[in-house]
């Protein structure tokens, strides 16, 4: 059965490491940014031919979409990896959001 919710979080994912906004990919894809959103959070469920339209606006590889299984793994990695990045007084204030689920 296909996973709507995984779908639309590596469409998310995708998105944003191209720097795209909501608007800009449902511009591309020949949709509306608020059907897009519900896309995303796997809201809604979709068919072959939007589905299609978007991986190709991304310009991803349908497999890679469907069943890249280190998506977590490389979410988990650019957090870290941004984190790192930050000052000290910025790493405190996303551990006291994270902590305090702000």
């Known amino acids: 059965m296909f996973d709507f919710e995984q779908f639309g979080r590596q469409i998310k994912y995708y998105r944003l490491k191209q720097g795209l906004t909501l608007a800009q990919l449902?511009?591309?894809?020949?949709?509306g940014d608020k059907y897009l959103s519900r896309i995303e959070h796997g809201h809604h469920n979709i068919s072959t031919n939007v589905a299609v339209a978007i991986i190709n606006a991304l310009g991803i590889d349908f497999n890679t979409c469907l069943y890249d299984n280190d998506f977590d793994k490389i979410l988990c990695s650019t957090c870290i990896?941004?984190?790192q990045t930050l000052c000290e007084y910025e790493k405190k204030f996303i551990i006291y959001l994270l902590e305090n689920q702000i």
């Open 26 to 31: 449902a511009e591309k894809v020949g949709i």
């Open 81 to 83: 990896s941004k984190f």
